[in-house]
Every structure is written in structure tokens, then in C-alpha cells.
């Protein structure tokens, strides 16, 4: 039986994930991965453990193989934007991953906005001049480890995100590339031309010589040797962008929201690049045959942390899951709303100097009422999202295809539709990121023909339809609208 390999190496953890050809989950291990936070707003990861874990996951999962069972491909699914430079000649690390949340180069960003340089920076990369990218990471480390400059002026070190990290390792450092869509998240990358971009390579102070060859998402990137076998990397694609690809969003209008800890969503935009007129950002939504897809990308940053929140910081229950029948103890929200701004607002507000509040409390207002509150909010805020890709992209679209760990409670799923005016569906496969990372290595290596033989696999578990009557939704959106004025600060 042929088998496709994926590796999903995230923020929280390294996993890998053993697929069938039509999708299903055989096999999976992972470990958790430490974040460390050195000063106020700091965010490392040790590469080493990045790469050692990953390893780790592949070979627990050869390790488990079953006779039967083959390996046919990998593909590499990962946390993005995190920057890593590493050694040409040892491949030892030359600092800490600096992880994608880290805000340490925020008063650099601010200078050269000040410089008026981000409308030009958004045409050519689709992104906002903000730390969250890799390129004044890059030069926060060329610029303070001793020495690094003038070696990576020698040609003497690698960059690369934590894609291009492991394939040098898995290939035993034959090779350094990377693949378009985590390219495009570097703020180096002319997503509309496809290439690094000299003008900004200069702008950041950046050699070009330290960057990885950029291919399409499926691709043959070389051969992963792991204990005394090989294998080869098919596919390899930013987190995000490959859960596109396994929530199988390839026609334009199509979207997918993933609702983990924040949630990101990515609606497919087509073969033509245009930046966004309401703050979202342009991506690359996958590159395949040289053929650039875009999508449009909003980042809510607070979705289950709310719930973790309610969970820890207030003790309202035990398991994020008790939230569903607490919610529904209730008729309604009781006119509560909860804006969950604990670190600002993302798209497409983007105030980072809002804070989370919890309004329209009276005497009979219970803990159920905030629950639902907080859970309702996922549904407003992806209402404000999905606004903004229709007025940008003159697309609306039927359905919303769901994942991530907020997918498995049944009010919010209902409620989104409800708020959404349009069906919600969750599919069979909720791990849709390492199952993109599987479909491109999949294609690559034959196993699937094209986009629309792997688009045959989606399987819907559950589909939600709108059933509230729309005054009543007004009403309800007018209502969080309200509390949202209250928190931005104008
Ligand atoms: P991540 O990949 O960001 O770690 P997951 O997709 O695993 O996140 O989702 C975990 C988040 O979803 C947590 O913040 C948790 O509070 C929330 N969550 C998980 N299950 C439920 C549920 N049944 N109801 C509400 N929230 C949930």
C-alpha cells in the first residue's frame, strides 16, 4: 500500500502524519515544542529541537510501519515567517529560531513605515511592513551576533524558515531551497513578478547570497535520508497555505478558516495578484507548474484562547468542550457580548492597542451567557472577515469549510453559519495541514493525477445551514458591531 508522509512542524508542536491515497489518518506522533521568551515581547524556539523532534516523529512513524505500508513521498507543512540562519559548512544554528510572534524588531518596522516605505513594500509582497515577517529578523540577528555580517557577506551561512531548516537537514545539507508560499512570507519575495527582490533586500540590508532557491509547492526538493533509507520531498508549503490545499479550495471564491488558538482565514483569489483595499494581506496561495494561485489571508489573532481563557483564568469549566452545552443552557446571549482583544485586534480592525471587553452585563447575566458570548464572537469576527474579502475580491462565497479545534463544537459551527448567512462544513479529515503537505508530495511523485483528482478526496463530516431569521441576526451583528466601538480606539 503506497503511503504519503507529512510533516507538520507548528508553533506547538512537531508532528508527523502517515496518509493513505484517499486521505485517511494511519499513523501519528508528536512532541510538544518549548517557546522561550528571553525579554517582553521575545519569542525563540531552539532549532535544534525543531529539527530533532521532526526526525524524531518521521522515524517513530517508519518505525511503526506496517509491511504492507510504503513510503512514497514526504511533505512538509510549517509554522511560517520563523527565521532561522544557520552554518553552510556545519549546519549548526547561528541563533535561536526567532519565532513568527516575536515583536523585537517593532520600533524598526515603525521607523521605516515613518520612512514611508510600506505602500511600496505591499505592492510587491502583498504583506504590511510589521515584525511578524522574516526579513528584519533576518537582519536583527546579522546585525547583533557577532561577526555574522562579514561570515554571511562570505558566503559562509544559510537563512531559510523552518521548511527550508529541515530539508537541509533531511538532505543532509545538500540542499537549500524553499517553496513559493513560504517565500512570499519573508517580505523579501515579489510575490507578483516570483523572485527576491533586490530593491527590497537592499531596504532590509540583507545578502542575497544567505537565501534558499525558491520552487513551486510540489516539486522534486531531493531525497530525505532518515536512518539508512531514502525517501523523496514532494511537496512543501507554509501551514496555512497547505490547509488550503487539504480543505481542496482550488477554485477561486473558495475559502477555509482554521479556528485553533487564533484563527486564520484564506479565501482562494485567482491567477491575478491585486493588494487588498481592507488591510488583509495577499498571499500566494500555492505555486504549481510555475503557476502562481493567490489568496486573501485575515488573521483573527484571539479564537480558542478565549476559551482557554474562560477556562484558566476564570475556572467556568474543566475542558474546552464543556463550553458547547454551556452555551446552549441558555436561550440566547442575553444582549452579552465578549470581544476577545487580548492582544489587540487583527484584520481587519488592526488596532493593537485595543483591549478585550465583556459588555452588556446585568443582575442575571451568568457565566453560560459569557460563554456564549465568547463562542459567538468566532462567528462576528469571521462576519467582519468575510466582508472584507467580498468588498476586496468581488467574490462571495456559498460555503466556508472549517477545521481546527474549535470545529468540533457544534454551537459555534451552527452559530457561524447562522451569523454567515451560508453553509459551514467541517470535513472527514480535520488535520487538513499536514494532509495538504501529503497531497502535494502526492502529487509530485503520481499518486494523484492533478488538483481535481486530489479535490475528489474532500469528505464532509458535517455541514451546518443558516437557520435564524435575518432580522435577528441584524440584530445580533448590530449588537457586536457596537461592542467593537466601544474597544478600538479611534
Ligand atoms: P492550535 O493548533 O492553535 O494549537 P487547536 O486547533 O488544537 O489549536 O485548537 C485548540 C484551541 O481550540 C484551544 O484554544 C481550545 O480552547 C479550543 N477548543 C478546542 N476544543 C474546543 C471545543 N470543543 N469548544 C471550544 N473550544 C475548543
Not at 5 to 10: E, P, R, S, T, W
Amino acid at each position: 500500500m503506497k503511503t504519503l508522509l507529512a510533516i507538520d512542524q507548528g508553533t506547538t508542536s512537531s508532528r508527523a502524519i502517515l496518509f493513505s491515497k484517499g486521505g485517511d489518518i494511519l499513523d501519528s506522533h508528536a512532541k510538544e515544542l518549548t517557546l522561550f521568551y528571553p525579554h517582553k515581547g521575545w519569542v525563540e524556539q531552539d532549532a535544534n529541537d525543531i529539527w530533532a523532534d521532526s526526525l524524531w516523529a518521521c522515524q517513530s512513524i517508519i518505525d511503526n510501519l506496517k509491511e504492507s505500508q510504503e513510503i512514497v513521498a514526504i511533505g512538509i507543512a510549517n509554522q511560517r515567517e520563523t527565521t532561522i540562519l544557520w552554518d553552510r559548512e556545519t549546519g549548526e544554528p547561528l541563533y535561536n529560531a526567532i519565532v513568527w510572534q516575536d515583536r523585537r524588531t517593532a520600533d524598526y518596522c515603525a521607523q521605516l513605515k515613518s520612512q514611508g516605505h510600506e505602500k511600496a513594500v505591499t505592492e510587491k509582497t502583498g504583506l504590511l511592513l510589521d515584525p511578524y515577517f522574516s526579513a528584519t529578523k533576518i537582519k536583527w540577528i546579522l546585525d547583533n551576533v557577532e561577526g555574522l555580517r562579514t561570515r554571511a557577506e562570505a558566503g559562509e551561512i544559510a537563512f531559510g524558515t523552518v521548511d527550508s531548516f529541515l530539508l537541509w537537514n533531511l538532505t543532509k545539507g545538500k540542499v537549500h531551497a524553499t517553496d513559493a508560499t513560504n517565500a512570499g512570507r519573508t517580505l523579501l519575495y515579489n510575490i507578483r513578478d516570483g523572485g527576491w527582490d533586490d530593491e527590497l533586500l537592499e531596504l532590509f540590508d540583507i545578502p542575497k547570497n544567505i537565501l534558499p532557491a525558491v520552487h513551486d509547492n510540489a516539486h522534486d526538493f531531493g531525497e530525505a535520508e532518515i536512518g539508512n533509507k531514502t525517501y523523496p520531498i514532494g511537496g512543501m508549503a507554509g501551514d496555512q497555505h497547505a490547509a488550503l490545499i487539504g480543505q481542496t479550495c482550488f477554485k477561486h471564491g473558495m475559502v477555509k478558516s482554521t479556528y485553533g488558538t487564533g484563527c486564520f482565514a484564506l479565501m482562494n483569489s485567482g491567477t491575478e495578484f491585486k493588494p487588498s483595499k481592507n488591510k488583509l494581506l495577499s498571499t500566494i496561495g500555492y505555486q504549481l507548474n510555475g503557476q502562481t494561485t493567490y489568496a486573501v489571508e485575515g488573521a483573527i489573532f484571539v479564537a480558542g484562547a478565549a476559551i482557554q481563557w474562560l477556562r484558566d483564568n476564570l475556572n467556568f469549566f474543566d475542558d474546552a468542550s464543556e463550553s458547547d452545552a454551556l452555551a446552549t443552557s441558555v436561550d440566547d446571549n442575553n444582549e452579552v457580548y465578549f470581544v476577545p482583544a487580548f492582544t489587540g485586534l487583527g484584520a481587519p480592525h488592526w488596532d493593537p492597542h485595543a483591549r478585550a471587553a465583556i459588555l452588556g452585563l446585568s443582575r442575571e447575566s451568568t457565566k453560560a451567557h459569557i460563554t456564549r458570548a465568547a463562542l459567538e464572537a468566532q462567528a462576528y469576527q469571521t462576519l467582519d472577515l468575510l466582508q472584507a474579502f467580498i468588498d476586496d475580491s468581488g467574490y462571495d462565497p456559498e460555503i466556508l469549510r472549517i477545521d481546527g479545534g474549535l470545529a468540533s463544537n457544534a454551537f459555534v459551527c451552527q452559530f457561524l453559519a447562522d451569523m454567515l448567512g451560508r453553509k459551514v462544513e467541517v470535513p472527514k479529515v480535520t488535520e487538513t495541514t499536514a494532509l495538504g503537505a501529503a497531497y502535494l508530495a502526492g502529487l509530485q511523485v503520481g499518486i494523484y493525477k492533478d488538483l481535481d483528482d486530489i479535490a475528489q478526496n474532500w469528505q464532509s463530516a458535517k455541514q451546518y445551514s443558516p437557520n435564524i431569521p435575518e432580522n435577528e441576526r441584524k440584530k445580533l451583528y448590530n449588537g457586536w458591531k457596537d461592542a467593537v466601538s466601544r474597544v478600538v480606539n479611534t
